[in-house]
């Protein structure tokens, strides 16, 4: 029981706390620290195309393999004696 009263100073440590704010010129201060408009780039019109061309080839591959492995799944696996059959037919 000796340790009770401790507890209940750290228990009560965090009465009377606030919650921190910024100061309201902050943010002002930030911006104006800012470079204006430092080592901006447009991209350019063909290579937003070839980066979108590059994109959507490469959603369809995935798309295509995806369908593709869905089918094979979906077929009977062959037996040994099936690939020999289909292998050494002579008629």
Known sequence: MENEPWKDGILNSLDGMKRASPDPLLFQRIVAKLPARANLRVVR??????????FTLLLTANVWALTRE????????ATGYQMVQANFDVY
């Open 45 to 54: 019109r063909p290579y937003a195309a070839l980066i979108a061309a590059c």
């Open 70 to 77: 869905k089918k094979m799944s979906a077929m009977p696996p």
